[in-house]
């Protein structure tokens, strides 16, 4: 084969690369999975990806102590069990967990706010890193300042381990918000709202002129039911992670397989009706007015 | 009018590329938007999730029925391990429309720190190689003798092992890619597929009324 004009340098780790990845996800339910049994019920479920984590939101919120990267051996378990995507998380701003995580071959990191913070001033670089990196954000300016510091998938936080939708709900509205007030702005308006969101000027107006972010957005934080997942789509997200809501319910094959089905029917309610049926409990929950404030999750990170 | 299934994956993206080529494009869920489309277009996303939802949804059946009579369809990554006769490392309950007669190993180029991106002689191509996307991708393993090769990773040690590879093939009406055109400003691949089903429906017009549509594409 001719290969004077070609390139056949293997280019990995390149922004297409990373963010292609997040787009082959879309309209898709990442579940999370303590166990390789889990992991499976979920890929069977019709699950796009696993996170693979030591305790769903949940139990590290009832158990407390200090939440970490969780153990390679669990990890590596999990990436044995299936053949979906496994995503793991590293603390914010712990690079040398994610550095692991990468070396283990994990398909995505989720810098995420539900471990304990292991820095309070700086996120990891990401652009330092071959594996993609999904961080959370409760509005625009956030979620910008993630993606400049290399972020190829963004999720709208909610509160994990809750149950309770509510924030997950005030997220996205936001972030949505953000993006479509950039998008109704004159030019000259665009550098001092960069100002106030503390974001970079030149990721601003890519957002303002697109009318989107320019990496895939997601939701987390408090997906409990199909509706839940139905209603997130509607409001914007481009597929829905749930944590606690699966393994913490009656039936979670069912309900993992429910959420699928309501995902890619978001805008059906007979088909969201239909799935609905014969669940069986739903995780119990915490009302997120009932939670002080120094145990909101999304609190952490800037 | 061409259609995107639209299960998972990404689907916006391949409607973007049709739109730049000038064609029409409906998104497919159910039997009845099926039933529409003159084409389709199986997107790259989890091809777990989106046979476990084909057959969820009562659609392989009609799918393959209706790529049986010859409908013209473009499967990229997932969409083309779909289409293909064998899969290996898939999931045990996995289900194939298998419209093409190759074997199509899953993730064969490993996990996602190994994607990457390179560029590509296309058969049949005119303007140059073909930057391309390979995201968890697949190979060819196996093509039978009907199947046209329209595109390796090129043979030289510095593709180490995927070199000679697979990785985009056509079988009579059906185009498959293991990387994704979908995600480059470059619409040659859409272009040729709509090339395809332009040809599938003049060669449809000519046969005499009431006959089921028979294979149109050489």
């Known amino acids: 084969m001719p290969a004077e004009n070609s390139n056949v340098q293997r280019q990995v780790g390149t922004a297409r690369v990373k963010r292609g990845m997040a787009e082959m996800l879309k309209g898709g339910v990442i579940m999370d999975v303590v166990t390789p049994e889990q992991a499976r019920i979920a890929e069977n479920a019709g699950a796009v990806a696993v996170m693979a984590l030591e305790r769903v939101p949940a139990d590290i919120r009832a158990q407390g102590g200090v939440a970490r990267m969780s153990d390679p051996d669990m990890i590596a378990g999990i990436m044995d069990a299936v053949s979906i995507p496994v995503m793991a998380k590293a603390r914010i701003g712990h690079f040398v967990e994610a550095q692991v995580l990468q070396a283990l071959g994990v398909d995505y990191v989720d810098e995420s706010e539900v471990l304990t913070p292991a820095d309070e001033a700086h996120h990891i670089d990401k652009f330092a890193f071959t594996v993609p990196f999904v961080c959370g954000a409760t509005n625009l300016g956030e979620a910008l300042r993630r993606i400049s510091e290399g972020a190829a998938m963004i999720r709208s936080k909610g509160e994990a381990g809750t149950g309770d939708v509510v924030e997950a709900t005030r997220h996205i509205r936001s972030i949505w918000a953000g993006i479509r007030s950039l998008a109704a702005m004159r030019p000259e308006e665009l550098p001092a709202v960069a100002r106030e969101l503390n974001a970079p000027l030149e990721l601003v107006c890519e957002v303002a002129a697109a009318g989107s972010l320019p990496v895939v957005l997601f939701t987390a934080g408090g997906i409990a039911t199909p509706a839940d997942a139905a209603m997130m789509m509607q409001l914007g997200a481009e597929g829905v992670f749930v944590g606690s809501g699966i393994f913490k319910s009656g039936d979670p094959a069912k309900r993992a397989e429910a959420i699928v089905k309501a995902t890619t029917f978001y805008d059906d309610p007979a088909m969201v009706a239909k799935v609905s049926r014969g669940l069986g409990e739903a995780m119990a929950g915490i009302n997120l007015s009932d939670l002080p404030t120094g145990q909101r999750l999304a609190q952490r990170g800037w | ?218």
Request: hydrophobic fraction near 45%; proline fraction near 5%; aromatic fraction near 4%.
């Open chain 2, 1 to 218: 009018m061409i259609g995107v299934l639209a299960l998972q994956g990404d689907v916006r993206e391949h409607q973007r590329a049709l739109a730049d080529c000038g064609m029409r494009s409906t998104l497919v869920r159910r039997r009845e938007e099926l039933a529409e489309v003159d084409a389709l277009i199986l997107p790259g996303g989890e091809s777990t999730t989106m046979s476990r939802l084909l057959a969820t949804f009562d659609l392989m059946q009609p799918l393959r029925a209706r790529l049986a009579e010859g409908m013209p369809a473009y499967g990229s990554c997932a969409g083309m391990i779909l289409l293909c006769r064998e899969v290996l490392d898939g999931q045990p309950e996995q289900r194939q429309l298998a419209m093409l007669d190759a074997v199509v190993r899953r993730n064969a180029f490993g996990r996602q720190v190994d994607s990457f991106e390179a560029d590509l002689d296309f058969a049949g191509l005119a303007g140059g190689p073909v930057r391309a996307v390979f995201i968890r991708a697949p190979w060819i393993e196996q093509a039978g003798l009907g199947v046209e090769v329209l595109a390796r990773v090129p043979d030289m040690p510095a593709a180490g092992s995927a070199a000679g590879r697979i990785v985009a093939i056509r079988q009579g009406c059906v185009l498959a890619t293991a990387f994704h055109p979908e995600l480059t400003g470059d619409r040659r691949v859409h272009q040729l597929f709509c090339e395809m089903v332009q040809e599938s429906s003049g060669a449809a017009q000519k046969q005499a009324p009431g006959r089921t549509q028979v294979r149109a594409c050489r």
